[in-house]
Structure formats: structure tokens, C-alpha cells
């Protein structure tokens, strides 16, 4: 009994010292090499680590990576596209010594990624591996069959960010702090993310998910929103189609606000809010969404109750142009079938004597200008008709014309 316990320690003393002879000959700079490498292959970009690259064996093999850069096209505002702190990569064990490396989690820290559309109309997230299409595409992480490029079974991401530039229209808007587990069958998907993130400093929480990516059809997408506990909610189920300047988003979008006074205090609104406000909002939009547009048909909006009914329908359409300086303008139409306005009034009362017209004052400096055509405006329980408005931006201000409408009183 003594020697068979002998021989099985010195057997365990030669398995580790083979273990441990295998670890020291793993080279780390390989798997710089195959990380950069595998980008590279994927998006077409040169990579940079400019940080650490070192792997840790306790508890499991983790790959970890200090500031890392995937440059950007040429001509882009900033000088790479992604950009990520620090990269954890849990490592499944047999991949250690052959390719592809399999990461059972993907932690990535402060990435900031740069959407952006320059002044030519170029778009800097159009990758080669986007360009395939639905027959053609294979399940790999990589761009070609062949391809060695590291697979992932999810990936969390820590204090994210993602900044939109859009030159043409002077547009740079940004989604802050973003917090969640994203998981993928594939760079083309399908995907699906379950997390947070902060839109003018207000959290939203998002479950999204989308089908794969082809470029002969347009990808099926479904997100919820939800902010303040759950207050207000959106959910829409569309389809995301790629243009030549961009891509285009339609689809349907459902919207419920169970306390509107809530919603909008917490959004920063410091006017009196009626009483009314205080019960829910429900609705339907149609919305269409392309670079310089936004069309919002078959809106049906209502709050309220009884006296107190506030209710829309109609549609908008918002377009981008050329003006006649050479800039940009923005021209508004809204036609709007019906509108039962008894709270909109009272609230935009409060509104302007709190604020006077320089709550009105535009908050953009490129022209604007809007036509309004209602058919229906029922306030304090009179009909107004077929009324028409045109609105300006004047300097600090507003121009107003060409105002009409059919009451059920005499007026001009």
C-alpha cells in the first residue's frame, strides 16, 4: 500500500511538472498575434494593443488585454472607431493549444465605439463581413469559412459607450453607460442583448434582439424600453434595411406611460402638470426612420378620461434638405386627422407663463420650418376645423402665417 501511494505521488509530480512545462511554453505574443490578426481579417482595420496582453491560469485560463484600438476609414473625426480600456477573455481550456481560441465570457470594460457619416456621405461601419449574403453567409465568427478568428459564448460589457456623428445633418448624439450581457451566434448575428444605458443622462433598461445579417434582406429587430421602474414602456418589431448613405429603420412601435406627470417630471419638465397628466398614455406609431428623415404615420395617442381626454391622430414627417444658403434645413409637416387637446392646452398655459416666449426659443441654429393642417381640435367642448398653420424659425424666435381654422364661433 506504502509503494502504490508512493508511485501515484510521484506520478502526480511528474503530470504537474509536465502541466506546468506546457504552461511556460505557451507564448502569449502567439495570441497577441491571433488577436490582432483575426480583426484585421474580420473588419479590414489595423488593430493596436497599447497596453498589456497576459494570461492568468486561477480559477480558469483568462486572456487579459489593456487598451486596445481598431483604427478608423480614413477621413473619419476620430482617429480609430472602437476603443476598449481593458479586455477580459475566459478561455476554454483544449483551445489553448489549437485555433480558433473558444472564450466562454467576453468581459469588455469602458469600450466606446464611433458611429459615424461624414460630409461625403460615406458611413464608417460599412465592413465587408455585413456584405454577404443569407446563402453565402456561414456560421463562423469570421469572414470567410476558413476563417480563425476567436468564437465567444457571450460577452458582458461594462460602462460602454457608443457616439453618433453625422456631418451631413450636424447630429452627434451619444447612448452613456452601457451595462449588459450581449449574446451572438455570430458577428452577423442573430443577437440578442439583455442590459442598460443612459440616454441624456436618463437609464433606460433594454431587452433587444435581432435576426442575422445579410445584405440581400433586411434584419428583423424587436426592442422593449423601459424607464423610472418600469413607468413608461416602448416596444417596436421592425426591420433594419441598408442604403448606400446609411440605414433605414421601419416598422411598428407601441408606447404606454402609466403616469405622464411622472414621466415628464423625471425628464426634467418643472411646469405645473394638470391633474389629468397623472393617468396613463397609450398609443401606436408607424415610423419610418432614414438618414435626413423621419415619417411617423398612423400615430394614435390618447390620455385621459371624459373632460379631461387628451388624444392625437394623425402623422408627422420631418425632412432634412438642402437650403438655399447652401446648409441644411429642417422641414416639418404635421397632418393631423383629430386632436382632443383639454390637458395639451392647460399644460402649454402653465408652460409659457412659466417660461414666457423664450421657452419657445429654437434650440438649433439650422432654419426650420413647419406646416400644420388639423382637421379636427376639440377643446372646452367646441369643434375647430380644417385649421391650417405655417411656422418659421426668425432669429431668436418664430415667424408665424398663413393661420386659418373654422370655429364654431365667428373668428379671423
Not at 472602437?82 to 472564450?103: C, G, H, M, Q, Y
Not at 385649421?387 to 364661433?409: D, M, Q, R
Amino acid at each position: 500500500m506504502k509503494k502504490i501511494l508512493i508511485v501515484l505521488i510521484v506520478l502526480a509530480c511528474v503530470c504537474a511538472g509536465v502541466f506546468f512545462m506546457v504552461m511556460e511554453g505557451l507564448d502569449v505574443e502567439n495570441y497577441r498575434k491571433q488577436f490582432l490578426d483575426s480583426i484585421q481579417e474580420l473588419t479590414g482595420r489595423q488593430a493596436k494593443i497599447n497596453g498589456d496582453l497576459s494570461l492568468t491560469w486561477n480559477p480558469t485560463p483568462t486572456i487579459t488585454i489593456t487598451d486596445v484600438q481598431i483604427e478608423n476609414i480614413e477621413g473619419a473625426s476620430q482617429p480609430f472607431m472602437v476603443k476598449i480600456d481593458r479586455v477580459n477573455a475566459v478561455v476554454e481550456w483544449d483551445s489553448l493549444f489549437k485555433n480558433p481560441l473558444v472564450f466562454k465570457k467576453v468581459i469588455l470594460d469602458k469600450p466606446v465605439v464611433y458611429l459615424e457619416r461624414m460630409a461625403d456621405e460615406r458611413i464608417n461601419w460599412d465592413f465587408e463581413f455585413l456584405n454577404v449574403s443569407s446563402l453565402d453567409a456561414p456560421d463562423l465568427l469570421g469572414g470567410g469559412q476558413k476563417s480563425l478568428s476567436p468564437k465567444f459564448e457571450s460577452m458582458m460589457i461594462i460602462d460602454g459607450q457608443i457616439v453618433y456623428q453625422d456631418a451631413p445633418y450636424d447630429i452627434q448624439k451619444s447612448m452613456d453607460k452601457i451595462n449588459g450581457e450581449l449574446v451572438a451566434d455570430s458577428v452577423r448575428g442573430p443577437f440578442k442583448f439583455d442590459g442598460s444605458f443612459e440616454w441624456d443622462k436618463k437609464k433606460i433598461t433594454t431587452l433587444l434582439s435581432s435576426d442575422k445579417i445579410a445584405s440581400d434582406r433586411a434584419t428583423e429587430i424587436n426592442f422593449l424600453l423601459t424607464t423610472n421602474g418600469e413607468n413608461a414602456a416602448v416596444r417596436f418589431k421592425g426591420l433594419v434595411s441598408r442604403l448606400s448613405t446609411g440605414s433605414s429603420l421601419s416598422g411598428g412601435l407601441s408606447l404606454k406611460v402609466n403616469n405622464l406627470a411622472s414621466f415628464l417630471q423625471d425628464f426634467g419638465t418643472q411646469t405645473d402638470i394638470p391633474d389629468s397628466f397623472e393617468s396613463p398614455l397609450i398609443g401606436n406609431v408607424s415610423l419610418e426612420l432614414s438618414p435626413g428623415v423621419l415619417d411617423l404615420k398612423e400615430i394614435a395617442l390618447r390620455q385621459g378620461a371624459q373632460e379631461t381626454t387628451n388624444a392625437v391622430s394623425g402623422s408627422l414627417k420631418y425632412v432634412f434638405s438642402p437650403s438655399a444658403e447652401g446648409g441644411k434645413s429642417l422641414n416639418g409637416a404635421f397632418i393631423m386627422d383629430r386632436i382632443e387637446a383639454a390637458g395639451f392646452i392647460e399644460f402649454a398655459k402653465n408652460y409659457f407663463k412659466e417660461k414666457g416666449w423664450n421657452g419657445f426659443a429654437p434650440t438649433s441654429e439650422i432654419p426650420a420650418s413647419f406646416t400644420f393642417n388639423i382637421r379636427e381640435i376639440l377643446y372646452n367642448k367646441q369643434t375647430f376645423q380644417d385649421t391650417s398653420l405655417e411656422v418659421a424659425t426668425k432669429e431668436n424666435g418664430y415667424a408665424i402665417g398663413k393661420f386659418s381654422t373654422k370655429a364654431p364661433y365667428e373668428t379671423q
